[in-house]
């Protein structure tokens, strides 16, 4: 599991976002789209392409993207 590609498949989860402009140090919830729906949708996308389960409580404790990605890494 590589960062680069998890911020990519983060990304592809949003509608209205600009190709590469999330980065591994996007404060995620300062993105516009960003919603509890949306957490919701990236806990599916860890689950489904990492086979991880997050919690909303990762979600919760976590401010950036690499945040995310350091807690999928140690579950």
């Known amino acids: ?3 680069a ?10 509608e209205e976002v600009e190709p590469n402009s999330i980065t591994p140090d996007t404060i995620f919830r300062d993105i516009d789209e ?3 729906l949306m957490a919701l ?3 599916a ?3 489904e392409n990492y086979n991880v389960k ?3 409580d990762d ?3 976590s401010k950036t993207v690499k945040d995310i990605f350091e807690k999928l ?3």
Do not use: C, H, P
């Not at 590609?5 to 949003?14: A, I, R, S, Y």
């Open 1 to 3: 599991m590589e960062l």
């Open 5 to 14: 590609q998890f911020v990519k498949d983060f990304e592809l989860q949003f």
């Open 34 to 36: 960003w919603s509890s």
């Open 41 to 43: 949708v990236i806990i």
């Open 45 to 47: 996308m860890a689950d």
């Open 54 to 56: 997050l919690t909303g």
């Open 59 to 61: 979600i919760r404790n």
């Open 73 to 75: 890494k140690v579950k």
